[in-house]
T-cell receptor, first 114, second 115 residues
């Protein structure tokens, strides 16, 4: 079945540091890939997505590129801010018959210090 | 667009009691999903509706769990004879079946604590 493996946390960075959170997946066919973010006390929010190989999703300075050859969708940001502190989830939506449910990774807690 | 709403936001109950949660999806969304999230884990799929039809149930959804979506609008998730292992955050999401159908929009969740 489908699965998502993402970098273990927690990750602690200083403001303006470079961020990478690794995500790899296992799925048949051509899944859609997502990063969701969960700020303290809030629900999951879609951060960015990519629906086909080599697509780059971007939002709020975050980027991730759908790499089918390495089955990866790593999240990057060039300069993090304190307000980026949150839990980040990588997820996939399978292609084919079961193409509606999301499969999530375990989440990575990011703390950005001033 | 008011987003996905869930009620209640928090629920504390004693083991063996029944609880019911409600989800109101984004108004034009015909697909609705329930997920469960335990501490330190990502959300896990429970069940999915397209309009009023429940099209899939996860093996996580034991016989004590039942979900409905009458008239294809709001949905309810009931847990009967709650157990301590049911303590979790229950998330609802919705999406369209048209353009942007792959994007699910999540509600704030209902946090359940079973004592």
């Amino acid at each position: 079945g489908n699965s998502v493996t993402q970098m273990e946390g927690p990750v602690t960075l200083s403001e303006e540091a470079f961020l990478t959170i690794n995500c790899t997946y296992t799925a048949t066919g051509y899944p859609s890939l997502f990063w969701y973010v969960q700020y303290p006390g809030e629900g999951l929010q879609l951060l960015l997505k990519a629906t086909k190989a080599d697509d780059k999703g971007s939002n709020k300075g975050f980027e991730a590129t759908y790499r089918k050859e390495t089955t990866s969708f790593h999240l990057e940001k060039g300069s993090v801010q304190v307000s980026d502190s949150a839990v980040y989830f990588c997820a996939l939506r399978g292609s084919g018959g079961s193409n509606y449910k999301l499969t999530f990774g375990k989440g990575t807690l990011l703390t950005v210090n001033p | 667009d008011t987003g996905v709403s869930q009620d209640p936001r928090h629920k504390i109950t004693k083991r063996g009691q029944n609880v019911t949660f409600r989800c109101d999806p984004i108004s034009e969304h015909n697909r609705l999903y329930w997920y469960r999230q335990t501490l330190g884990q990502g959300p896990e799929f429970l069940t999915y509706f397209q309009n009023e039809a429940q099209l899939e149930k996860s093996r996580l959804l034991s016989d004590r769990f039942s979900a409905e979506r009458p008239k294809g609008s709001f949905s309810t998730l009931e847990i009967q004879r709650t157990e301590q292992g049911d303590s979790a955050m229950y998330l609802c999401a919705s999406s369209t079946s048209g353009r942007d159908q792959e994007t699910q929009y999540f509600g704030p969740g209902t946090r359940l604590l079973v004592l």
